[in-house]
């Protein structure tokens, strides 16, 4: 980087560590901290060495609890330089900071927006952040601080989007607050269903609910912190509701609720939202018995082709598996050519 | 196919195009129907050529509001063989079908699950099914009926469920029905909110979502036909909203609310119905370079683990990767200790 060479994360989850390994790749001394010792080593391990001595640039990237102790460090430390947090919620750590003048100026609130499902150090990507929007508030910023935090998510391939914290709140509310509470609130229902029933699910519950899956800890404190935007939206759902199942009978009504949803569907932006991964995929039905893996990793080895990903399905009984390599297509194409030449059951690539 | 060489299926929308594309490929002669004549000419252009005179198995593939026409015609053309149709609400057809003793006896009631966003007879594949449930309801059938149907859906990849015909559409307004009206419900709040707004929006979003641009038509069918057991659980779902928007600030009430969904989600089986497992996840970070995966399969092998699932996580050009495994939890702290004292940067397993 032009403008640091080191950087001090707090909080080894799973955007701070994202952040580490990205930058880390990029030649910036990362050292990774978090008040959990085995976050802090995995993620540490994940980034390579730290650097010595004060910091460049100081990322929190913890829930927004825990801002209050990474400003106390902060200040405690003497550290001077720049000063990012990357919390989900804007208003309240642009609040907190305001009461001390002396980071003030250096200091930015900024929202990634890219998560998982998933998270932890363990689950950290260099590139969750390719082709993702990323909010900053620069307006209490000084202009030195805005060139690093420019730079930080230029170079993690984000783009960087002006929006004041209050209004972030309420955009948050609305395209990540309440389609998780809305997948809560589906996946909920599911709870003590037979499971005869649950065995019939296909891919449109299985998306529905993907993201209920997700940190309650995080979440509990997501959505309080930020139920003052959220409450209004969720009224206005509750009215919604209520009104289809006053008129589920209505063939019109249903018709009409339908598209309402199709359009607003619709009315989500195509590219913004970032760079999907593209991959091919590699179906390949193989014995389910042990050693068939690494056999199949052995002649990936030989093939010379790197898989970016892999799933595996078979069911209890089953004497076959399937197991989908996700690969780059031209990657696909030769290593599918090369295990049929060695007797492997692989089926058509697709993208 | 043993018992049947030729099929009609009337209805050439995805489901009966992609039924028709696969029983050809097996050879059998199919002859495509549909009132939408270009339906019709398209589906009957990829199936191949037709049979000529009687089929010796007829296939409704039409919306449940267009299956009293196919009894017409079944009837009236003295159709005899086996009769099974897909729609995807069960109780109607059986009752409608009760009321003509010559064909009750050969008729069975089924419904694949699956499908797409996309209708048609352009959007069909013959795999459409494969690794598929495709509940059956053969309590009036004859043996004889019961045989054909198996055959043809084994044929198809598919796996046969008995489910008697009313507990079917409980549990597809469960788990097709409700995911279809609440993804709506969400999609439709996006309507007229500012761009800036939804170009801020990820993953989260567009899965929960993705379903809302299903066909409008289609779904106002489904929804009005099977309203008696969709309605009891709008209702519940709305008595839980109720109560979110009461505790919203409640931190303990939202943190429930969002395990009630995390646990609703993992009852969800794995693919083929087979039963969720608990395994424990053992992290173990590598350098990403070709065998590597090989070289981890050979130490489980002469640990004498068994792998259960894996994960791999690593960006484009980051020098370092991350391999979950799944194992037993026995089977993870054998392995743990077996790959540290070879070397290996294994990190704690966790549940």
Chains 1, 2 share one sequence.
């Not at 202009?143 to 955009?171: C, P």
């Not at 039905?285 to 068939?292: A, E, L, N």
Request: glycine share 10%.
């Amino acid at each position: 980087m032009n403008s640091f060479a080191s950087v001090e994360i707090i909080g080894s989850g799973l955007i701070g560590t994202s952040i580490g390994l990205a930058l880390s790749q990029k030649g910036v001394k990362v050292a990774m901290r978090d008040l959990d010792t085995r976050a802090e080593s995995i993620a540490q391990d994940l980034v390579g060495s730290a650097h010595e001595g004060q910091p460049d640039l100081i990322i929190s990237a913890v829930p927004v609890s825990g801002f209050a102790g990474v400003v106390k460090r902060v200040i405690e430390r003497n550290f001077n330089g720049v000063f990012i947090d990357v919390a989900s919620i804007k208003s309240k750590p642009k609040v907190e900071v305001s009461e001390y003048p002396m980071l003030s100026e250096r200091f930015i609130p900024t929202h990634p927006m890219a998560g998982r499902e998933v998270g932890g150090a363990e689950s950290a990507r260099a590139d969750l952040f390719e082709g993702r929007a990323w909010v900053i508030d620069s307006s209490s910023a000084s202009a030195g601080a805005r060139i690093i935090a420019t730079e930080l998510i230029t170079a993690l391939g984000a783009q960087v989007v002006e929006m004041d914290s209050r209004e972030h709140d309420k955009a948050v509310a609305l395209i990540s607050h309440m389609p998780q509470l809305v997948a809560s609130l589906l996946a909920g229902q599911l709870q003590g269903k037979p499971e005869s029933w649950l065995g019939l699910a296909g891919g449109g519950l299985r998306d529905t609910t993907r993201i209920a899956a997700s940190d309650p800890g995080l979440w509990r404190e997501i959505v309080t912190q930020n139920s003052e935007e959220i409450l209004p939206l969720l009224k206005v759902l509750l009215n919604d509701l209520q009104s289809l199942i006053g008129n589920i009978d209505d063939e019109k009504f249903v018709e009409e609720f339908i598209v309402a949803g199709q359009k607003g569907r619709a009315a989500i932006p195509g590219k913004h939202g970032g760079k999907p991964r593209s991959y091919t995929y590699l179906p390949i039905v193989i014995d389910d018995k042990p050693g068939q893996l690494a056999a199949i990793f052995d002649e990936c080895a030989s093939a010379g082709v790197n898989i970016e990903d892999l799933s595996i399905e078979h069911s209890p009984g089953q004497e076959t598996g399937l197991i989908t390599l996700a690969l780059n297509s031209s990657d696909a194409v030769k290593l599918s050519e090369h295990m049929k030449s060695h007797g492997w059951n692989v089926h058509s690539p697709r993208q």
